[in-house]
């Protein structure tokens, strides 16, 4: 079947019906719409979480904070096939049906490259798992936020996800459109002022289409902030305010676990002490290890497997997101306590508990390197309050698929913040949100608060977890990397903090029980490099690959933690031989 697209300056009174042969067959007179947009109503405030994997939009208007429900805005006008209507809708236009968090994924089929919203590129909505095929049709763009080489793509998408929003705020006769936004603290500089230019430009060029004010945050407002204090403020003014007996954020850690990102705040009574964005997140802690191994998803949710091979980065990572979106919850809730002893399933849950286990060790430095500071009073552990779509994935640790307080794993983690900031394990909590990426996109439209460091503007720069080198000079574990200038060459000689860490994870394991992880094959439970030496020798130069990615200028680098970027290599090396013995 074939569609053709019309773009019109101003509505039709009506349509000039004609044959193949361009015969006429009569007219079709249009009932025209009613007027919006008298810009009457309420003001509208929107936050605009924009996701490695998923986008989510939230909205405030009358003092009222819900989720944003995207509605239809097609106007039909005649009966149409069942089976043209999603080739010619879906393919070439807008779906009739978008359902947040979307996928962040953009459709450029049938563009004419002249970068005009919806004709030339659009908001990827899959019908199904089977029509999304990144491998085979070109005109699916991913990887979006992090890419230099997808930037017009990146515009393509959030003028749509803007024109969408505004088209629905005119159809309520809104006032004006007051934009927060959020972006990851692991954005270079020079990432910071291509995001906010991107959403200034846009805005304006929506506002003089569609008369719709729009006000879009600088760079110095409040508006314009990172995911890890949007996060917190979700939990301490939306989703704590109204419990009774919950922990308020006197003393608390909050992280944000997305696809590309985990951002991290500290509070100290209600005061921000500290706040990072690493680069460890929903691909590092699971999607990497389906790549290597996709057989997987064969025998546990049945889905062949043939065109995911195909598959590479963030391709794969976006279609196995729309599938775990789909199937996890049941297969949580339904089987995953009949495959727990199964050697494959054991092996991938050694491999996601040690790859959170190090980001919450790594929030143990970070404890440990703000009382040395002086900027904590209180040498003690704290609770940690997580969100973000990749906070789903402790779900898959606990028994019966639900994390809690009273799973293993809860206390395994526990001991991991014990054991890298020295302090005493007092058997904190971890809590899971209740709306796994919601979070971000709430917190930015939450007014009033009683957090202190939400207006913070300077950035803290990044401790790092690991001694390092830069240019030759020599930096300890605790060093906060104030990069500038040109880095020739960055170097972490020893591993100690990761080895460590390795060996704090095989004595937790035990102390604590964990039935449901066992300790990994052929590891000697030690902190010294000669007892596990084939291990790290293949660590780090796995590690060393990566460190050749950071050269150049600080402006353009994003900066990564040595320690985060020694557990990404141990998790990449003991990922393959898990994956080898599976496939």
């Known amino acids: 079947s074939n569609c053709q697209l019309v773009r019109l300056s101003e509505f039709p009174s009506f349509l000039d019906c004609r044959n193949k042969k361009q015969q006429p067959l009569g007219l079709i007179l249009l009932k025209s719409p009613p007027e919006v947009g008298t810009t009457t109503g309420v003001p509208w405030k929107v936050g605009v979480d924009f996701g490695t994997s998923f986008t989510n939009v939230y909205l405030e208007r009358n003092h009222t904070v819900e989720p944003l429900t995207v509605e239809p805005l097609h106007y039909q006008v005649t009966g149409s096939s069942v089976e043209i209507r999603p080739v010619a809708l879906f393919e070439y236009f807008v779906a009739n049906k978008m359902e947040l968090p979307l996928s962040t994924v953009l459709t450029t089929r049938g563009a004419k490259g002249e970068e005009q919203t919806l004709l030339d590129g659009r908001i990827f909505i899959p019908r199904d798992l089977s029509s999304f095929r990144p491998s085979t049709d070109d005109w699916i763009r991913t990887n979006l936020k992090w890419s230099p080489e997808t930037r017009n793509f990146n515009r393509l998408f959030l003028k749509h996800l803007i024109l969408q929003i505004t088209a629905q705020a005119a159809m309520s006769n809104a006032k004006e459109i007051q934009w927060s936004i959020s972006y990851p603290s692991a954005f270079s500089r020079s990432d910071r002022n291509t995001y906010a230019q991107t959403w200034r430009r846009l805005t304006q060029e929506i506002e003089e289409i569609t008369g719709i004010p729009q006000l879009c945050p600088s760079q110095d407002n409040p508006k314009y902030r990172t995911e890890s204090l949007a996060v917190a403020q979700y939990f301490a003014d939306y989703e704590l305010a109204g419990l009774k007996n919950r922990l308020d954020l006197v003393r608390s850690t909050c992280i944000d676990i997305g696809g590309g990102t985990s ?13 990072c964005s690493v680069q460890l ?116 640790l606990a028994e019966g698929g639900e994390f809690s307080r009273h799973c293993e794993v809860n206390d395994l983690l526990s001991a991991m913040l014990s054991s890298a ?25 939450l007014e009033e608060s009683h957090l202190k460091g939400l207006d913070k503007r300077d950035e803290d720069p990044l401790i790092a977890g690991e001694a390092f080198e830069v240019n030759g000079t020599t930096y300890d574990w605790n060093t906060r990397m104030q990069l500038s200038g040109n880095i020739k060459e960055l170097d972490v000689p020893e591993l100690t903090q990761l080895m460590n860490f390795m060996s704090y994870f095989h004595v937790a394991l035990d102390k604590q029980r964990v039935e449901g992880v066992p300790p990994f094959k052929g590891y000697k439970v030690s902190d010294k490099i000669e007892d596990n030496v084939q291990l790290w020798r293949e660590v780090s130069r796995e590690l060393t690959r990566s460190l050749l990615n950071f050269r150049g200028s600080t402006d353009d680098i994003r900066i990564e933690p040595p320690f985060i970027l020694g557990l990404k290599a141990l998790l990449q090396i003991l990922g393959n031989r898990w994956a080898e013995e599976w496939k």
């Open 263 to 275: 951002d991290i705040s500290i509070w100290e009574k209600n005061q921000l002490l500290h706040q």
């Open 281 to 396: 997140a929903g691909k590092d802690l699971f999607s990497q290890f389906i790549q290597l191994n996709p057989g997987f998803l064969e025998r546990q949710f049945r889905t062949p497997v043939d065109e995911w091979r195909k598959l590479r980065g963030f391709q794969f990572y976006v279609k196995l997101d729309i599938l775990l979106r789909r199937e996890s919850d049941g297969w949580l809730r339904n089987r995953r306590d009949m495959v727990a002893e199964e050697p494959e399933f054991q092996g991938l849950m050694q491999l996601m508990t040690l790859g959170i286990a190090g980001l919450y060790y790594y929030v143990g430095l970070l404890l440990k390197a703000l009382y040395d500071e002086g900027k904590s009073k209180m040498p003690e552990i704290t609770p940690v309050f997580i969100g973000g779509n990749g906070s789903r994935f402790l779900n898959w």
């Open 421 to 445: 900031s020295g302090f005493e394990d007092i058997h904190t909590n971890s809590t899971l949100s209740p709306l796994p990426k919601d979070e971000v996109a709430c917190g930015l439209v």
